[in-house]
């Protein structure tokens, strides 16, 4: 029997490898597509996400300030602009006209007093960066917001309603996916990939987990927080490595009405996304999601974090959803890498294409970053031109200088504590708390030979997670030795 074999094999079948193979066979007939990935997805993020298409929701007072964090603003901005085209081809394809006809438009950001200072930070450089490029947007008396019904104390201060960017049900989304590429005859296997095939530093295939090897001649590699161990076909240290950031959501039924008409959310908050209620329609509401991040999937929810995430749903947003019913809580691992941003482009292995580390909105970019990357597979313009910070093999980005990460971390560790219902004595203040993170974080860095400016969560997940701490310290000092050179 003659070994199975396409001209291009796409590793993952989360929203990003499938929407590549989607957009692949949909431009290039000719060419054969194989898509693998388990059909269960567990731990899957695109599977748990709440599919909040935001570009400026998802602003924060760091996004414009480097070129990489301009970079990625600029795709989420171009994804976007790229949604409703998208849905409408996808919705032909699949041969779902109603593809997304249930789901809310407009994004309304508040911003009340549970997050301490961050909030406002994050809320002024929303307002500011939808001016700068134009954007609709308009601010509102947070009485006018229908369903909003917090706590007296969690009451929104100032809200902001964003027309253009509102959600889509990431599982209606998948299934369009599974069933367009159905249509357009890209096969699928229902396996993991063990490992990445290559001969005289070209890609020759994928190895399964059961042994059977597939052959190709290039492979896109999409398996989210799963891509870590299929990136040791590269040099150690030559990309940074893509942690787990785990994700609860939990859907529930509305019994007291009248709930949500669009997406609510707050900034970009403590290491997270905000929280956020997405409201699907029937009475069904999307509450996110946590974010913690650790160097192993997780696939099944904690206590501690689901019990955070509805109360803080209850009292920041509606009292009401005491009385919601629980549909089903939500699992995923986002793509984190460890300097937080995308690993997107071909690599040093011929035929080796990256595409991982979306974090939190791999959803929203998805669209985008398939057609990027499939003008490149189509030798139209190349990914190392349209998106040169993304490149995987990098030094790790440092849009942050450690003592800037270090002061981060502590303002994030206040942030966090203060949702979480932080009281002190009255003789003293957030700057006991300020001190005692920045400690922490000052410890670890004391220990590092080439320290580098991390983000909160990931200094968070160091010093809490120890295989993370491990993975973290080895990949710098095998970093600075592949880009460096060691002194
Ligand atoms: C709770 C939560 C809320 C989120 N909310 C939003 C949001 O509102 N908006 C937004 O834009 N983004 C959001 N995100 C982020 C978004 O979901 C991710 O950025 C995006 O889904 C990543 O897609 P992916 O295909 O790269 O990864 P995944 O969806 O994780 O897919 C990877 C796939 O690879 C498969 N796989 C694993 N190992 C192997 C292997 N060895 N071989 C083959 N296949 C393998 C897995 O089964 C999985 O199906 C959220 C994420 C979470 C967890």
């Avoid at 490898?17 to 290039?28: P, T, V």
């Avoid at 600029?74 to 006209?97: I, Y």
């Avoid at 917001?145 to 998948?174: F, Q, S, T």
């Avoid at 993170?437 to 809490?464: C, K, T």
């Amino acid at each position: 029997m003659s070994a199975r074999r396409a001209d291009c094999i796409v590793v993952g079948n989360g929203v990003i490898g499938m929407s590549i193979a989607y957009e692949l066979a949909r431009r290039a007939p000719g060419t054969s597509v194989l898509i693998v990935g388990p059909a269960q997805r567990a731990g899957a993020a695109s599977v748990a996400a709440g599919a909040m298409l935001n570009c400026f929701g998802e602003v924060t007072k760091y996004t414009l300030l480097s070129p990489a964090g301009q970079a990625k603003f600029q795709l989420c901005k171009d994804a976007l602009d790229a949604w409703p085209d998208w849905r409408a081809g996808l919705a032909e394809a699949s041969g779902n006209g109603e593809l997304g006809a249930g789901a809310p438009t407009g994004t309304t950001v508040l911003l009340n007093a549970k997050s301490g200072h961050l909030d406002d930070e994050n809320f002024a450089a929303l307002l500011s960066a939808a001016a700068k490029f134009d954007e609709p947007h308009e601010e509102i008396d947070p009485e006018d917001v229908v369903g909003l019904r917090p706590l007296a104390e969690a009451r929104p201060l100032r809200a902001v309603h964003l027309p253009r960017e509102g959600a889509i049900d990431a599982r209606e989304v998948l299934a369009a996916l599974e069933r367009a590429l159905a249509e357009l005859t890209v096969g699928t296997v229902d396996d993991q990939v063990a490992g990445v095939e290559t001969s005289g530093g070209r890609v020759t295939g994928v190895r399964l987990a059961g042994g059977e090897v597939l052959a190709c001649d290039s492979v896109v590699l999409a398996a989210g927080a799963f891509s870590r161990s299929l990136l040791d076909v590269l040099p150690p240290g030559s990309v940074p490595p893509v942690l787990c950031g785990k994700g609860i959501a939990v859907e529930t039924v509305r019994q007291a009405h009248p709930g949500f008409q669009h997406v609510v959310r707050t900034p970009n908050r403590s290491g997270s996304c905000g929280l956020h209620l997405v409201p699907q329609g029937d009475g069904v509401e999307y509450i996110g999601a946590t974010n913690l991040v650790y160097s192993a999937p997780a696939y099944v929810q904690d206590v501690g974090m689901s019990e955070f995430l509805v109360q803080v749903a209850r009292e920041q947003l509606d009292q009401r959803l005491f009385f919601s019913d629980v549909r089903r809580w939500l699992v995923g691992n986002r793509p984190v890498a460890v300097d937080g941003y995308p690993l997107i482009g071909r690599t040093s292995v011929a035929g080796l294409t990256v595409v991982a580390g979306t974090y939190r909105d791999g959803f929203h970019c998805s669209p985008e970053i398939a057609r990027l990357v499939v003008d490149d597979l189509l030798g139209g313009a190349s990914l190392a031109e349209a998106l040169p910070h993304f490149t995987p093999e990098r030094r790790p980005i440092e849009s942050l200088t450690v003592e800037e990460a270090v002061k981060e971390f502590a303002f994030h560790g206040v942030s966090a504590a203060i949702e979480a219902g932080l009281r002190l004595p009255s003789h003293t203040d957030t700057s006991l708390f300020e001190g005692h993170y920045q400690a922490a974080a000052r410890g670890f860095y004391d220990g590092l030979e080439h320290p580098v400016g991390l983000a909160p969560e990931i200094i968070l997940a160091i010093m809490s997670d120890p295989d993370a701490k491990t993975l973290v310290t080895d990949y710098l000092v095998a970093s600075h030795r592949h880009y460096g050179g060691l002194s």
